[in-house]
T-cell receptor, first 114, second 114 residues
Framework: DARVTQTPRHKVTEMGQEVTMRCQPI?????VFWYRQTMMQGLELLAY????????DSGMPKDRFSAEMPDATLATLKIQPSEPRDSAVYFC????????????FGPGTRLTVT | AQTVTQSQPEMSVQEAETVTLSCTYD???????LFWYKQPPSRQMILVIR??????QNATENRFSVNFQKAAKSFSLKISDSQLGDAAMYFC???????????FGSGTKLNVKP
């Protein structure tokens, strides 16, 4: 049963600390998305990659957020330094190619910054 | 720019009855896809149904069906014979035909009363 995995599922950290969230896309999927979900803003696209190259990161605060794909099986989202307003659920999703109908979502990482 | 609007933040339905969730979108494209995703309390995003804009026939998946009105840019979800397990947040989403960047609405919380 192929699925997107995300670690950690929950993270509590203090303001100013670095946070790294990891995502393993479904094997064979070459497009990876990072979303942030909050009550106020809903589901926002932060960045996405195709074939490990960033295609669009316009939704991501550049000064503190960074997203990478070190290899085809791992995507990372880093926040440094973290702030309380970063508290949210962060989802990773993967898709197979440009023409793929749908995205498959991971279970999300709930981040709390105190 | 593409936008997706869900004007009903919350709705309730009696078990076994039918409920319709509304979604409108704005686009200048003629070819695109529309989706409904379900997010239960577990936070997992689950694809419920999708519609290709070039198809006139409304999509159906068991108890779930859509009313796609292309000219009106409307895409509502009908859930028949509602079950307790249908209680969740429902998100409407749009993507262009040849570009798999998704745009999500703000969501509708569906409560199912026993």
């Amino acid at each position: 049963d192929a699925r997107v995995t995300q670690t950690p599922r929950h993270k509590v950290t203090e303001m100013g600390q670095e946070v790294t969230m990891r995502c393993q896309p479904i094997l064979g999927h070459n497009t990876v998305f990072w979303y942030r979900q909050t009550m106020m803003q809903g589901l926002e696209l932060l960045a996405y990659f195709r074939n490990r190259a960033p295609l669009d990161d316009s939704g991501m605060p550049k000064d503190r957020f960074s997203a990478e794909m070190p290899d085809a099986t791992l995507a990372t989202l880093k926040i440094q330094p973290s702030e309380p307003r970063d508290s949210a659920v962060y989802f990773c999703a993967s898709a197979q190619g440009t023409w793929s109908y749908e995205q498959y979502f991971g279970p999300g990482t709930r981040l709390t910054v105190t | 720019a593409q936008t997706v609007t869900q004007s009903q933040p919350e709705m309730s339905v009696q078990e076994a009855e039918t409920v319709t969730l509304s979604c409108t979108y704005d686009t200048s494209e003629s070819d695109y896809y529309l989706f409904w995703y379900k997010q239960p309390p577990s936070r997992q995003m689950i694809l419920v149904i999708r519609q290709e804009a070039y198809k006139q026939q409304n999509a159906t998946e068991n108890r779930f069906s859509v009313n796609f009105q292309k000219a009106a840019k409307s895409f509502s979800l009908k859930i028949s014979d509602s079950q307790l397990g249908d209680a969740a947040m429902y998100f409407c989403a749009y993507r262009r035909y040849n570009f798999n960047k998704f745009y999500f609405g703000s969501g509708t919380k569906l409560n199912v009363k026993p």
